[in-house]
């Protein structure tokens, strides 16, 4: 059984660039979270996608978007990049049957904004 | 909303000791589930243990130990003989319950204890 991967392992980017960060999910899984981890912080939650559609967002700007595969892999947009960006990016598959929400996470994408 | 709150930041032992991280969570839930996860340098979070509201038995896994106590909103973690391994930084979690759909609940997490084990 394969683990959830994340891509890229690292990213350096400068200001007002655009990225984009890739999950592909735990086999069986159909639905991805993704937690945005500033250094020192806790993960907090940007988004979540189910079947394809954005299921429950945190407080987050519009600049972070996402979309969600039918393989179920999803990317993590983010437009307009600001240093505050910079953070390891977690994502978190899930399957959508009751699993008291074991959610399993990926080893996470650094992103540096300069 | 829901709140985590761990007020270790860095707590530093040497192996063998016996160490306890502190966690104290808000919710207006009735129902909620509790984790600990596990951050190790690679920086990917490792599970570690769910509880959920009703269960207030406290749980030994191991030199792992759960102490939840629904009276104080707390949901202690002890681990007993420290390793150099088990040196990490320690989340608290806290979810609503399971939806009925199925999909997982978001996850809001506490700041984090830097555990430090050393010789």
């Known amino acids: 059984e394969t683990g959830v991967t994340q891509s890229p392992t690292h990213l350096i980017k400068t200001r007002g660039q655009q990225v984009t960060l890739r999950c592909s999910s735990q086999s069986g899984h159909n639905t991805v979270s993704w937690y945005q981890q500033a250094l020192g912080q806790g993960p907090q939650f940007i988004f979540q996608?189910?079947?394809?559609?954005?299921?429950g967002r945190g407080n987050f700007p519009p600049r972070f978007s996402g979309l969600q595969f039918p393989n179920y892999s999803s990317e993590l947009n983010v437009n307009a990049l600001e240093l505050d960006d910079s953070a390891l990016y977690l994502c978190?598959?899930?399957?959508?049957?009751?699993?008291?929400?074991?959610?399993?996470f990926g080893p996470g994408t650094r992103l540096t904004v300069l | 909303a829901q709140k985590v709150t761990q007020a270790q930041t860095e707590i530093s032992v040497v192996e063998k000791e016996d160490v306890t991280l502190d966690c104290v969570y808000e919710t207006r839930d009735t129902t909620y589930y509790l984790f600990w996860y596990k951050q190790p340098p690679s920086g990917e979070l490792v599970f570690l243990i769910r509880?959920?509201?009703?269960?207030?038995q406290n749980e030994i896994s191991g030199r792992y130990s759960w102490n939840f106590q629904k009276s104080t909103s707390s949901f202690n973690f002890t681990i007993t003989a420290s390793q150099v391994v088990d040196s990490a930084v320690y989340f608290c979690a806290l979810s609503e319950a399971e939806r009925y759909t199925g999909t997982a609940s978001k996850l809001t997490f506490g700041t984090g204890t830097r555990l430090q084990v050393t010789l």
């Open positions: 996608y189910y079947r394809e559609e954005e299921n």
């Open positions: 509880r959920n509201s009703f269960d207030e």
């Open positions: 978190a598959s899930s399957p959508d049957y009751l699993s008291y929400n074991e959610q399993f």
